[in-house]
């Protein structure tokens, strides 16, 4: 590393350290496994191990969010590197605490596609992942560190060289001689950047310094390897070649969710495969039906789940939720993945959502879900025992005959048994009669008077 560059580091580690002695708010620091997080941290370590132990007066807490649907090898990383921060905190005595984070049960991602039915995310506005999975977990340990510290001071890892956008994003926050800036959501919050000013071609120069070993004693040239191969754009590599192949490195990467819909291939799943992770290869296949099957009118209600019911400009249908038969050849082929592959890639506590919001939602037999589990995974729930049919084969048949004789839908019928069922237990009546009133009015039985009233209105999907 040039001269320049090891002075600018020693800048940055300095004015860390003024910024970390003069007040007694916590810091916080998002770690995602990438190469800016990683580096923050390393030169968050780096000044808490040149102060005094008792100038370690504080709190820094290193958060990593577990979406629960990383990148398995990723995920493993994510992990491994948070038990070697608090392991080298201990050691150490630097007052760090590294936290692992997850999304509420109920915002999961398998929780609101096969739970619920949500489509999957999709370019360029249907986006309603990252708010549940990352950042409302985020903000709720903020909030929690605020309510027991008053304030908090929240590190960033960004860079104006990563790109343009970047660049003028950082650069519209800032405040002319302000280290420290209002966070622009939450109160109580304020960011600190020390990274702004840093080139690209210094960032894994100063990760691979000293052999690679990151200030937690692990080793960076890891984190370097999984950088491999992609496709070389406005940032080059300037720090040679890691692996047996000889393979030219960018830092341009993102590690994302294997089950990516947003895009139309995931270059970074592809980059892993193309380097040897063929594990890997069955979940991209996995991505790609479920892309396919978001485009499959069959696997799609015709009702949003507000019940609304609407025509494209085409004259068709739009499409809503995915159905619950769509849903449960989505976990069947989940859990044959999970088998076969290894990974844990849904959980326990997923599993017991989306058991309960089926049974709301029309799974008469109540157990679907569990018996699902045991034809794949050949071992049985926790509470499979406890999942009792509200009706046998024979009534259940007798009422499918009896709503294909009246022409009403099968699906309406069992949600209103549902309904019925799962309020019996209300002392007024009045619940029960709401539940109904409400099912019926979701455009169940007469779309064609809605219709008709709204003068043929037709509205955009």
């Keep these: 590393m040039n001269e320049e ?13 003024l910024v970390y002695k003069h007040d007694s708010r916590p810091w916080m620091i998002g770690y995602s496994g990438g190469k ?27 958060v990593t969010s577990d979406t629960m649907v990383e990148n398995p090898i990723v995920k493993r990383y994510m992990h491994n590197m948070s038990a070697a921060i608090n392991a080298a905190s201990a050691k150490k005595q630097l007052n760090v605490e590294s936290h692992i984070i997850y999304p509420e049960v109920k915002n999961r991602f398998w929780s609101l596609v096969i739970g619920l039915g949500y ?3 999709e370019a360029p506005g249907f986006r309603w992942c990252t708010d549940r999975l990352k950042i409302l977990p985020s903000n709720a340990f903020t909030y929690n560190v605020i309510r027991k510290d ?10 104006k060289a990563e790109s343009a956008t970047r660049s ?23 960011v600190y950047s020390p990274l702004s000013e840093i080139a690209n071609k210094d960032v894994w120069e100063y990760l691979l310094k000293d052999d690679g070993q990151s200030a937690w004693g692990t080793d ?36 994302g969710c294997w089950c990516c819909t947003m895009v139309k291939e995931d270059k970074s799943l592809k980059n892993f495969i193309d380097h040897g992770a063929t594990e890997l290869v069955p979940l991209r296949e996995y ?49 044959q993945l999970q088998k076969s592959s290894g990974f844990e890639l849904i959980s326990e506590e997923e599993l017991k959502f989306i058991d309960k919001v089926w049974e709301q939602e029309g799974d008469l037999t109540c157990r679907a879900v569990v018996d699902i589990y045991y034809e ?22 007798a009422i499918h005959d009896l709503c294909e004789k009246h022409d009403v839908p099968f699906d309406l019928m069992s949600r209103l048994m549902s309904a019925v069922d799962n309020s019996k237990l209300y002392t007024r009546s009045s619940e029960t009669t709401k539940e109904v009133e409400k099912i019926l009015n979701q455009g169940w039985l007469h779309f064609d008077r809605i219709r008709e009233e709204l003068g043929n209105d037709i509205t955009e999907d």
């Design 168 to 190: 003028r994003s950082i650069t519209s926050r800032e405040i002319e001689g302000k280290i420290l800036t209002p966070h622009d959501s939450i109160p109580k919050a304020y």
């Design 376 to 397: 794949v995974m050949g071992v049985r729930l926790p509470w499979d025992q406890y999942k009792k049919a509200k009706y046998d084969q024979e009534t259940l048949g």
């Design 287 to 335: 991505r790609n039906w479920l892309v396919e099957l978001r485009r499959t009118p069959e696997a799609r209600d015709y009702r949003r789940r507000n019940g609304a019911v609407y025509l494209m400009k085409n004259g068709e249908f739009g499409r809503g939720p995915f159905t619950l038969d769509a849903r449960k050849e989505m976990l069947r082929r989940l859990l």
């Design 5 to 17: 560059a090891q002075q600018q580091f020693k800048a940055i580690i300095d004015q860390m350290a």
């Design 119 to 121: 489509p999957t995310p």
């Design 36 to 62: 800016d997080s990683t580096l923050l941290c390393q030169l968050t370590f780096e000044m808490l191990e040149s102060l005094a132990p008792e100038e370690r007066n504080k709190k820094v807490y290193i």
């Design 220 to 255: 960076n040239r890891y984190l370097f390897s999984l950088y491999q191969g992609e496709e070389m754009g406005e940032e080059q590599s300037v720090v040679g070649e890691v692996d047996k192949d000889k393979i030219a490195v960018t830092g341009n990467s993102r590690f």
């Design 150 to 159: 008053g304030e908090i001071v929240i590190l960033l890892g960004v860079r």
